[in-house]
């Protein structure tokens, strides 16, 4: 069974950086796309990022183009490096996985979901 792992996450001031990460358990980068997601408070669920690491590259929802880099950790992690935070930026972060290497933005093509990980972005 995959499972997506999230670790990282707290709470860091504004402008600062955090890094979440995402072990996929029982799967490896090969068989399976990875992709984050984030719900801010009172809001649905968002595309944030995600990669084909076959052909090294990524994608990026516009809010965060030159703010977050999406890269492979290891063979069986992500990782979200996510750099000057803004409060707007306050979120739960999920990771997300499905069989394949297409990058897709519906939250509803993607078959396995982690717990998420809190971001809160102070003032």
């Known amino acids: 069974q995959v499972q997506p792992v999230e670790s990282g996450g707290g709470l860091v001031q504004a402008g600062g950086s955090l890094r979440v990460s995402c072990e996929l358990s029982?799967?490896?980068?090969?068989?399976?796309?990875v992709a984050w997601f984030r719900q801010p408070p009172g809001k649905e669920r968002e595309f944030v990022a995600s990669?084909?690491?076959?052909?090294?590259?990524t994608h990026y929802a516009d809010f965060v183009k030159g703010r977050f880099t999406v890269a492979r950790g290891t063979p069986t992690s992500v990782y979200l490096q996510m750099n000057n935070l803004t409060p707007e930026d306050t979120a739960v972060y999920y990771c997300?996985?499905?069989?394949?290497?297409?990058?897709?933005?519906?939250?509803?093509?993607?078959?396995?979901w982690g717990q998420g990980t809190q971001v809160t972005v102070s003032t």
């Open positions: 990669g084909d690491w076959d052909s090294e590259t």
């Open positions: 029982g799967g490896t980068l090969n068989s399976y796309v």
């Open positions: 997300a996985a499905r069989r394949g290497s297409a990058i897709y933005t519906a939250t509803s093509l993607y078959t396995y």
